[in-house]
């Protein structure tokens, strides 16, 4: 039963596509699992508390806030570079790895309210910092939904063009300006329905085969692993800081990853870069298992108007 104002369109495009031909990849170890805990809680349990959550939150709405300067916003970081190394590293946590990456700011970070404080913020994810410390994962979900479930009831319908003009022009988002002056004279975002959920199907077709001539043929010359090895700290640094744009499932926007490079988060902000630059070597240089990485490819499809058509 799909919800009209949910705008996140939820379809399985696994069922539009045939299994893809991959190379040979190192399949998860399942050795020793069934004794390993992570804040005492069994690993399989904990797995699937993930990925229920993961389930949940890749359709909410943005409601995180930026990390607010002190102790409690360095332990997230610090959380996030955690789960970031597990998978760097193939440790025994690495294929649940970034789905707890990509819902940690969405169960963690949730504004209990459009009014909330700076201090009201640090005491809410102090609150859940901990709750997560003591293996607490199915309160810190309800709390998170019940939030979500209240946002979407007073689902905000009364901001005006003009205020959302003057909002953008603050925060110089000349883009996203210009997109809503665009926008003024066209449908907007359409509401679900079956007849929409279908025609975004059909900009899905099943896969086939690839055409002979856009295929390379002959020997190729592999990429040495050393080329990717400028990839660096600074190199993400630079990367974060020329990044725009909306959020995914994990609702971290590039404004969001900004906040990490931040003198405030000197020393945190330079190990989670430091992760970012082994996570992107590892993705350049190693046949990585599909199935670790489907929360990092994810995205969010909008439905629009263009009028006519989606």
């Known amino acids: 039963n799909e919800d009209n104002n949910m705008t996140t369109l939820r379809i399985n ?8 031909n991959l190379p040979d990849y190192e399949q998860p170890a399942v050795n020793g699992t069934t004794s390993l805990a992570y804040n005492g809680v069994p690993f ?3 797995a699937k508390l993930i ?3 993961y389930e949940s939150t890749k359709y909410w709405a943005n409601n995180i806030f930026q990390l607010p300067s002190g102790t409690n916003s360095k332990k997230f970081i610090n959380l996030l570079n955690f789960w970031l190394e597990q998978f760097n590293y193939d440790t025994e946590f690495s294929d649940v790895a970034m789905k707890v990456v990509m819902t940690l700011p969405n169960l963690l970070l949730q504004k209990p309210s459009k ?3 700076r201090s009201e913020l640090s005491k809410a994810l102090e609150k859940r910092l901990k709750l997560w410390d003591e293996g607490q994962f199915e309160a810190i979900l309800r709390e998170s939904r019940g939030i979500q479930k209240k946002l979407m009831a007073c689902k905000r319908n009364d901001v005006s063009a003009s205020q959302l003009f003057v909002h953008f022009i603050l925060q110089g988002k000349i883009t996203a300006t210009n997109r809503l002056l665009e926008n003024q004279n066209q449908g907007g975002v359409l509401p679900l329905s079956p007849s929409v959920i279908e025609k975004l199907k059909e900009k899905h077709p099943h896969s086939a085969s690839a055409l002979k001539e856009t295929l390379l043929h002959g020997p190729i010359n592999d990429v040495p692993v050393s080329y990717f090895n400028e990839i660096d700290e600074r190199t993400v ?4 800081k020329q990044t725009r744009g909306a959020a995914g499932p994990s609702n971290m926007s590039g404004q969001f990853f900004q906040s990490f490079c931040h003198n405030s988060f000197k ?6 870069r430091e992760s970012i630059a082994r ?3 590892k993705m350049a240089t190693e046949i990585l298992n599909p199935e670790t990485l489907d929360s990092f490819t994810a995205c969010k499809l909008i439905p629009l108007d263009k009028n006519p058509g989606i």
């Not at 020393?267 to 989670?272: D, S």
């Open 115 to 117: 009014t909330s404080k």
């Open 237 to 240: 640094e630079k990367a974060i």
């Open 267 to 272: 020393t945190e902000g330079q190990l989670f």
């Open 51 to 53: 990925n229920d959550s």
């Open 44 to 46: 399989t349990k904990f």
């Open 279 to 281: 996570l992107s070597r």
């Open 13 to 20: 495009l696994k069922d539009l596509f045939d299994s893809p």
